[in-house]
Nanobody
């Protein structure tokens, strides 16, 4: 199994930046793809970015503003979010798709004020 813990959310003004972190533990060797999703109030969760060993794909809504990166030594994936907009307000979730299942973090809140 894989355990994911997110951090880094908070309140930021429009135009500002935040960096989210997702630290994985457990059977991390089995992870194929890491991704970030978000869920705004009253909506379903939507994928923002998915990164495997072969490719990284971004949703159009965040392309050019958000960047995923990783630190293998820390078993951590980051989401750098720049030029934030009020519509980016949501709960952000880290996701790991592995050989033995699909795993989610607990979520971290991001609020962007106008």
């Amino acid at each position: 199994q894989v355990q994911l813990v997110e951090s880094g959310g908070g309140l930021v003004q429009a135009g500002g930046s935040l960096r989210l972190s997702c630290t994985a533990s457990g059977s991390i060797f089995s992870i194929n793809t890491m991704g970030w999703y978000r869920q705004a109030p009253g909506t379903i969760a939507r994928v923002l970015v998915a990164a495997s060993g072969y490719s990284t794909r971004y949703a159009d809504s965040v392309k050019g503003r958000f960047t995923i990166s990783r630190d293998n030594a820390k078993n951590t994936v980051y989401l750098q979010m720049n030029s934030l907009k009020p519509e980016d307000t949501a709960v952000y979730y880290c996701n790991a798709d592995s050989l033995d299942g699909n795993y989610w973090g607990q979520g971290t809140h991001v609020t962007v004020s106008s």
